[in-house]
């Protein structure tokens, strides 16, 4: 086998290499991608509040400047 040979097979063998890596991170990707739009992409939704719930109204200033 020439040496032109051998690199040739191994360029070959490299990029089947290169292309069933290639769909296999695809794949992971999109089930991820699918994992997280089943899960809202973690947004929370109305009914079932996990942050802080912060309200604002609590913390405002009232009575100020009157005096």
């Known amino acids: 086998m020439?040496?032109?040979?051998?690199?040739q097979k191994e360029a070959e063998t490299t990029f089947d290499?290169?292309?069933i890596w290639t769909?296999?991170?695809l794949w992971w990707?999109?089930?991820?991608?699918?994992?997280l739009a089943m899960c809202n992409f973690g947004v929370e939704d109305g009914k079932n509040k996990t942050g802080s719930q912060y309200n604002g109204?609590?913390?405002a200033p009232m009575n100020v400047g009157d005096g």
Request: one cysteine or more; proline letters at 5%; a positive charge.
């Open 2 to 7: 020439t040496p032109r040979e051998a690199a």
């Open 17 to 19: 290499n290169f292309i």
């Open 23 to 25: 769909k296999k991170a």
């Open 29 to 35: 990707i999109a089930a991820c991608f699918i994992l």
């Open 57 to 59: 109204d609590v913390y």
